[in-house]
């Protein structure tokens, strides 16, 4: 009986695992349905590339997939018909894209065939798969298949294209001979279970989402271009009579491939030793925080490559400072970088494609004129490494839930720069001159400024939303980066520094090589904090309600014990009316009542109730607490001293709160400070007054 | 030695008539007080009981730009007002330079502000001829930087690297600064030769213009190394200030006397400009 029961449950155990084995596999063991074999020839004279591609793609779902939809990026650049270009024009004075003619971009598969041969071009048709619907588009092509391709089944396309680099598309483009090339073959969208292609047009504010994959790319350049690209270079094969050189690079588990070629590039080398980088206490350190061991956390070296233009070779050691520093950081607290290389460019110049991320490669960007108080370009370099950890490896779908990397990676950037160079100064500058030489700036930390500009858009959009969907690119830019990141920032101060860290490495381990959704995030949130923090998300990350608490009024007056009106001399139990028999007793009483107000829509969850800290003359420290729930509440203290301050979130838990000036009170406010901002403000005017008395 | 002969005069002037720099300041300030008042209120209404921890939660400035983003309704109509103010300082200036030039031209030594004011009423209708004649030349003056500036512009739009755009943009301030001296040179120039020889707007220009013909290039010379040391000195101003900080009311006291100061010296170096225009047309002049 037992041996029949256990062969039964063996074969119903072996049906369930070859059932679910495909999925299973693509999502937790990193399997990749994609690989790709490239073969490219720049033309720098033309600006075009000469292709072909083989991609090899495995159906790892359940379901019968009809047809392959593939991303072509570049005609977003064709004309002026494309979605991104159509979106453009709805942007106000600061287009992020500018058509302009005689700098067009574009892709065309010339071939395309099946491994058995079947031309496939015939059943090719581009599509728009998002609203609103553009039947102009080019930047989808849907390939039905010769027959539905079963699961575990694979195909193999063997295409051949040509592409026009585009002037200035967004993050790929090129000046003179120089270039950046991203997004520029045709990759497959990603398919999920059920519901079928992940793969929308290209948009004006939306990035990408891609497979994992397995790369092996042949670049064939003009000699005296210096070459860099994803991966790891395995062969560079010179052919003397063309003078061409044919770079072979290889990559395993990214999803994406770019690569940069420009005769101005220094390519310099340096490894990152952990050893030397880490001290044994830091990894203690942080080991405590994590509830790990400091074996558990240790760090691979890794082998960082730079492409700088000459230019700029003096900022090497600068470049190569903020990188170790990026690597070190993220190594440690979301885990180690699993790739053995880094290549980090300073892109071309003119070719509008720096700070952007691809995986083991992004590109900075810098000034020929700096000041070393200033933390760029380290702030970008550091994002953008951080990219690798979200967006690279913890790949979530860009089109639709772009916070998921960038909010989290700049919440990260802030913190990792915060730890390596402290505040740095704001980068203001004129006519490429930093200002900070001429002027006092302060120095400011990113979740600062963050909280500064998160505010100016919470009633715009909410966090979580399609990126082709937001007001506009600045709604876009600073509720998917400074509103998430500052929202994080909050999350960390109400859950506690230790809890946030074991929340982000718990969920960049989770799902590393894999596309989580910001349901997982708030899962592994709530698992690891112990909180039900469903409230926190719907009100910061789906919403779009301002949250704003602050002190509406103070009023600290002594108080008057004669009481107007008949008192008579009935007993009364519960009075508390107490007339004064002499001089003597007499002390002096105030009566301090504070009202707070929710100016704004947001609130905080019930138990998560705002502090009041309230400080009296004689020193004496009163606390309060309020559930935030109603738009008012007020409090009442009677002391033997008038009110010294009072304020709101002392602890500044709610870095979310869009006005934190309104939190406090003192009774003797900076002054001197006002003094001095008028006095400056009066001074600006006198010139400006004088300047324009003066031009006639 | 000309130089320094033509420069002495013009400080000499300056010096002689400062009463009309103290005029002109306190106007400017005035005006400038009048333009800061919305702002020193909301300040004072958002910040003066704000609470600032040691160390700060955020820089103090971050406060200010929170003030900004929370009252962008108050903005919206404080930059008309703003706008409408400048526009009735640029009519206001007309009537202003009007007594400035009259007052330095004038060979009484002895300055009252009724004077001052009588001059600037007196003149003003010529002045604001003069100041509608000045906007074709603005024309001209825009239209010849853009040519002057061409090879600038095909210099940097070849550029393989960002150097030649700095240098390239930052050469075009000083272009403009240089073409702007000479626009100034001029019609400063005109309007003296209108008091001075009690002419009208256009032949006190035809007679600017033949008397630059011979004079131009030392009078060119002359306000250059005038500028020049305007420069040096704001510079000095600009550093000091820097190194004050405004934390400490001592410090903040001399901040405000520094920036008040500045001013001061801005007014006074066109009263030296002028100055030195005026005597260097009054001993050249045929």
């Known amino acids: 009986m037992g041996n029949k029961i256990s062969v ?62 593939l991303h072509l990026y570049w005609n977003a650049f064709k004309n002026e018909l494309s979605t991104v270009a159509k979106e453009s024009k709805t942007e106000g004075l600061f287009k992020r894209y500018q058509v302009r003619k005689d700098e067009w971009g574009w892709i065309k598969i010339t071939s395309m065939t099946t491994s058995d041969g079947r031309d496939l071009v015939p059943a090719a048709s581009f599509i728009s798969p998002d609203e609103p619907f553009n039947p102009d588009d080019q930047t989808v092509l849907r390939v039905v298949l010769p027959e539905p391709l079963a699961p575990s089944e694979s195909i193999t396309l063997n295409l051949e294209f040509q592409a026009k680099v585009p002037r200035n598309g967004l993050r790929a483009g090129y000046y003179q001979d120089g270039f950046f090339i991203s997004q520029w073959f045709p ?17 004006l504010n939306s990035e990408f989402f891609a497979d994992f994959a397995d790369f092996e790319v042949k670049i064939t350049v003009p000699e005296k271009f210096v070459v860099g690209a994803c991966g790891e270079e395995v062969e560079k094969t010179i052919e003397p009579k063309s003078k061409k050189v044919t770079h072979t690079y290889v990559a395993q588990n990214i999803h994406d491939f770019a690569w940069t070629a420009s005769p101005r590039f220094l390519k310099i080398e340096r490894l990152f030793k952990a050893q030397e980088e880490i001290a044994p206490q830091e990894y203690r350190q942080v080991a405590a925080m994590l509830d790990l061991s400091p074996e558990e956390i240790k760090l691979p070296d890794v082998r960082m490559i730079l492409l700088i233009e000459k230019q700029h070779k003096n900022q090497i050691d600068r470049h190569f400072r903020a990188l170790k520093a990026a690597i070190k950081y993220y190594g440690l607290w979301y885990g180690p970088y699993p790739y053995r290389t880094i290549t980090m460019v300073d892109p071309p110049f003119r070719t509008g494609s720096g700070g952007m991320e691809y995986p083991t490669l992004f590109t900075a960007g810098t000034s020929v004129l700096l000041d070393k108080d200033v933390l760029s370009p380290e ?106 990141s500052t929202a994080l920032n909050t999350l960390e101060r109400l859950v506690g520094q230790k809890t946030m860290a074991k929340i982000m490495r718990t969920y960049q381990q989770r799902f590393r090589f894999r596309h989580p959704k910001t349901e997982d995030f708030i899962q592994v949130a709530k698992e690891i904090s112990g909180k039900n923090l469903d409230w926190f998300f719907q009100e910061f990350f789906y919403s779009t309600k301002d949250f704003d608490y602050g002190i509406s009024s103070v009023k600290s007056e002594e108080k008057d014990n004669k009481v107007s009106g008949i008192i008579d001399s009935w007993p009364n139990k519960n009075t508390t ?120 | ?183 100034k040179l001029i019609f400063d120039l005109v309007r003296i030769v209108m008091i001075f020889e009690s002419k009208k707007v256009l032949p006190a220009l035809e007679q600017t213009f033949s008397f630059l013909k011979k004079h131009f290039f030392s009078l060119w010379g002359l306000y250059l190394i005038l500028g020049l040391i305007f420069v040096v000195f704001s510079a000095i101003f600009l550093i000091v200030g820097r190194l004050l900080s405004s934390s400490q009311l001592f410090s903040l006291i001399i901040t405000i006397l520094l920036t008040q100061a500045i001013v001061i010296f801005r007014i006074f170096a066109r009263t030296v400009f002028i100055g030195l225009e005026y005597c260097y047309y009054k001993e050249n002049k045929i």
């Not at chain 1, 990759?187 to 948009?203: A, L, M, R, T």
């Not at chain 2, 900004?68 to 409408?84: E, G, H, K, R």
């Open chain 1, 187 to 203: 990759k497959p969208g990603v398919y999920e279970e059920g519901k079928g292609w992940n793969c929308h047009q290209y948009h």
């Open chain 1, 8 to 69: 039964k449950k063996l074969a119903l155990l072996s049906i369930l695992i070859l059932f679910f084995l495909p999925a299973v596999l693509s999502s937790s063991t990193g399997e990749r349905p994609i690989k790709y074999f490239l073969q490219v020839e720049l033309q720098p004279e033309t600006q075009m590339l000469q292709a072909k591609e083989k991609i090899s793609w495995t159906n790892l779902s359940h379901d019968y997939v009809p047809d392959l939809q």
């Open chain 1, 577 to 696: 009316y107490q007339p004064q028999k002499n001089k003597e007793q007499k002390i002096k009483k105030y009566e301090t009542t504070i009202t707070l107000r929710r100016y704004g829509e947001a609130r905080v969850s019930p138990e998560e109730k705002l502090k009041l800290k309230v400080e009296f003359e004689n020193g004496e420290v009163e606390w309060r607490e309020w559930d935030g729930q109603s738009r008012w509440a007020r409090f009442t203290f009677e002391k033997t001293a008038p009110i010294k301050s009072a304020v709101l979130d002392p602890e500044h838990i709610w870095l979310v709160d869009s006005n934190i000036t309104n939190n406090s009170y003192i009774s003797s406010g900076p002054g001197l400070k006002i003094l001095a901002t008028t006095s400056n403000l009066i001074w600006l005017i006198e010139n400006l007054l004088w300047t324009i008395g003066n031009l006639l």
């Open chain 2, 1 to 183: 030695m000309r130089i320094r002969y033509y420069l002495k005069l013009g400080f000499k002037t300056g010096i002689k008539k400062f009463k009309l720099v103290i005029y002109l300041w306190l106007i400017v300030l005035i005006l400038a007080m009048l333009a800061a008042a919305p702002l020193n209120y909301l300040l004072r209404i958002n910040i003066s009981h704000l609470f600032i921890e040691k160390p700060p939660f955020m820089p103090f400035e971050l406060h200010l730009a929170e003030i900004f983003i929370a009252n962008q309704n108050f903005f919206s109509p404080y930059f008309y007002f703003l706008f409408f103010l400048f526009l009735l300082v640029i009519l206001f200036s007309i009537f202003l330079n009007a007594g400035l030039f009259s007052r330095l031209i004038t060979s009484e030594s002895r300055i009252t502000f009724s004077e001052f004011l009588a001059d600037g009423s007196y003149y003003f209708g010529k002045f604001f001829l003069a100041t509608l004649i000045y906007l074709p030349f603005f024309i001209l003056l825009f239209t010849l930087f853009r040519l002057l500036a061409l090879p600038v512009d095909i210099f940097t739009e070849k550029a393989v690297s960002e150097w030649p755009m700095v240098i390239g943009s930052n050469l075009k301030i000083l272009l403009f600064i240089l073409l702007w001296t000479v626009f």
């Open chain 1, 379 to 484: 702030g970008v370099i550091i994002h953008e490494f951080g990219h690798n950890y979200w967006y690279g490896m913890v790949a979530n779908n860009e089109f639709e839930e772009a916070w998921l990397d960038e909010g989290i990676n700049t919440y990260s950037t802030g913190k990792a720069v915060a730890a390596a160079y402290g505040p740095g100064k704001l980068p203001l500058r004129f006519n490429g001159l930093p200002l900070t030489w001429f002027i006092n700036v302060p120095a400011v930390y990113d979740w600062q400024t963050d909280r500064l500009l998160s505010g100016t858009v919470a009633k715009l959009d909410p966090i979580v939303n399609y990126s082709w969907k937001f007001y506009n690119s600045g709604s876009y830019g600073l509720n998917v980066y400074q509103r998430a």
